[in-house]
């Protein structure tokens, strides 16, 4: 799984050779087929779609081992199609249908044709975008809206969910049946919502991508590819809301483009050995090219209007990285002006933290060492004490800089920060100073 | 160059518990295994089979819902190719996907020479 497997879907298409399918095409489909029937039976009978997908699913995986169909897509569509008509057609099965398509469902006039009409491109897009904003409804607790989207719309199951948060399955099963729960006692409704409802509720479902993007991208502890898919899906779910004019806002192409940014970085920072890379030591050649003209194509799209919102900044910043030849040619000064509006709209430690480093290289270190020990709240991260570490050791204090990177050692068990951790340490009693790692 | 028939036995993807990704993943070792097959020149034709059927039996040609004694004795599909002698069709088998499962076999029977 290379590079490619980020973008890839960015220039989605079924046209690959044949019998060669798409990545994730069954995760991919296995989403939106349970949108498209969640939305047709009401979603009081969420499980049954998700059963109906599976069986679709685990039939294409008996008979494709054979032979991969022409098209493949068109071929789990009107499997899933038949099994939910066959469903509806049960007896008795009227009354657990709760969706607004009911009285179409009822009558075999209509029936097939309205199963049908919803199983098209644009209603399958619309499901989705219903279900991102039920399953992101600001009712539901952050954590249980991230499970849920990865369990409805991606096709992930509770494991490959647990796996990703480094959970278990009942804390997962538990955190996806509450949010469930949730959405049937508020009897939240399976739309998009509209004018001013879209901006409020928009924010709440580009929060949840944000963080399933951050979820894949920063946890150190995960392997890489489920962390990778995490990213995947967050950038998919994220494109999917820019192909709708009612989503399609600014700071919906912003989130965009700061995950395209950042994403084109995801190989470099990681060495052979599975070791960090530093952005200093990132060989800059590694970063997709591609993935930053998509960011920067996005960001153009976001500067529209006149709010400037968090994911504009972060973008910023990244794109700052992203255009530096060097890191010697870094513009720190440009990258502090955007944390210090970016401070004054998110004052969270952590971005206070970055908005130091940023400084120690815009100003001096000593300022910066001012301003994280500021951060008495983050005294217990070992990205707190790295960083003191870090910058004591660049003004020739290696003493002080032993003590803060051993104290980081002890707040992390992650084995890639501790190799880190480890050589920078190696350095402080090594003279003369030959710079850090 | 003789044909030989593959005999796929036991239901090796009854779990399930498999989500799609992992079945995705399940579904593209069969593909890689009969592409790689198909692209040395000697697929000749593979199909599954259902589970359900009817047997015809004997002079009264009673028919029956069948034929079923077992599970894992269900011939879930086959592989007709061609090979050199039984042991390149026996090579052939050693890479199908079913193999990963204990109770899986391949029944490798050659053609009958008419």
């Known amino acids: 799984m290379g590079e490619l497997l980020i973008f890839g879907f960015i220039f989605y298409n079924m046209q690959q050779e044949p019998n060669q399918l798409v990545d994730h095409l069954f995760r991919t489909e296995a989403g939106k087929m349970t949108a498209v029937l969640t939305r047709l039976f009401g979603f009081k009978q969420h499980e049954t779609a998700e059963d109906i997908v599976h069986d679709t699913i685990y039939q294409a995986l008996k008979e494709w081992r054979f032979r991969v169909p022409e098209n493949p897509t068109a071929w789990l569509y009107r499997v899933a199609k038949n099994k939910a008509i066959d469903y509806l057609r049960r007896e008795n099965r009227m009354a657990e249908i709760s969706s607004e398509l009911k009285p179409l469902l009822k009558s075999e006039y209509t029936l097939p044709t309205v199963v049908n009409f919803y199983f098209n491109e644009n209603e399958i897009a619309d499901s989705q975008l219903r279900m991102m904003f039920a399953a992101c409804h600001p009712a539901i607790p952050e954590e249980a809206q991230i499970a849920l989207v990865l369990k409805t719309l991606c096709g992930f199951s509770v494991e490959e969910i647990a796996r990703a948060f480094l959970s278990n399955k009942d804390s997962i099963e538990k955190r996806l049946y509450r949010a469930k729960e949730k959405i049937r006692e508020a009897n939240i409704q399976l739309d998009v919502p509209v004018g001013n409802d879209m901006q409020t509720r928009l924010e709440t479902v580009l929060q949840c991508i944000y963080l399933l993007f951050n979820e894949g991208y920063n946890s150190s502890t995960a392997d890489s590819v489920i962390r990778k898919d995490l990213c995947y899906e967050a950038i998919r779910l994220c494109l999917l809301l820019t192909e709708n004019p009612n989503s399609n806002l600014p700071e919906t192409n912003a989130l965009l483009a700061l995950m395209c940014y950042n994403a084109s970085r995801f190989d470099a920072r990681i060495d052979n050995d599975g070791l960090i890379v530093l952005l200093q030591d990132q060989d800059r050649t590694k970063w997709n090219k591609e993935l930053i003209q998509k960011g920067q194509y996005y960001f153009n799209i976001s500067s529209a209007g006149n709010h400037i919102s968090t994911y504009h900044l972060e973008a910023a910043i990244s794109s700052m990285h992203c255009m530096a030849a060097s890191f010697a040619q870094t513009n720190w000064k440009a990258i502090l002006g955007f944390y210090n509006l970016l401070t004054e709209r998110k004052p969270s430690p952590v971005v206070l933290l970055n908005r130091a480093i940023a400084l120690s290289f815009a100003e001096s270190k000593q300022a910066a060492i001012a301003e994280i020990k500021k951060l008495g709240s983050l005294q217990n991260h070992y990205l707190y004490n790295a960083a003191l570490g870090d910058l004591y050791f660049d003004i020739g204090k290696t003493d002080e800089a032993k003590v803060y990177y051993e104290t980081a050692l002890k707040q992390t068990h992650n084995p890639q920060e501790h190799e880190l951790l480890n050589k920078k340490l190696a350095l402080t009693s090594s003279k003369p100073n030959t710079g850090r790692p | ?114």
């Not at chain 2, 779990?15 to 592409?35: I, R, T, Y």
């Not at chain 2, 890479?95 to 391949?106: F, K, N, Q, S, W």
Request: glycine content about 10%; proline content about 4%; charged content about 25%.
């Open chain 2, 1 to 114: 160059m003789a044909e030989f028939l593959l005999l796929f036995r036991h239901d090796d993807i009854r779990n399930a518990n498999l989500s799609p990704e992992q079945m995705q993943a399940q579904m593209q070792k069969w593909v890689a295994w009969m592409g790689d097959i198909a692209s040395r020149g000697k697929m000749l034709s593979s199909q599954p089979l259902e589970r359900t059927g009817k047997v015809v039996r004997g002079t009264k040609k009673a028919i029956t819902d069948g034929p079923f004694a077992e599970g894992k004795e269900v011939i879930g599909g086959y592989l007709l190719c061609k090979a050199d002698t039984i042991e390149e069709a026996i090579a052939i088998a050693e890479g199908c996907p079913i193999l990963e499962h204990d109770a899986g076999t391949v029944e490798v029977r050659p053609i009958g020479r008419m």
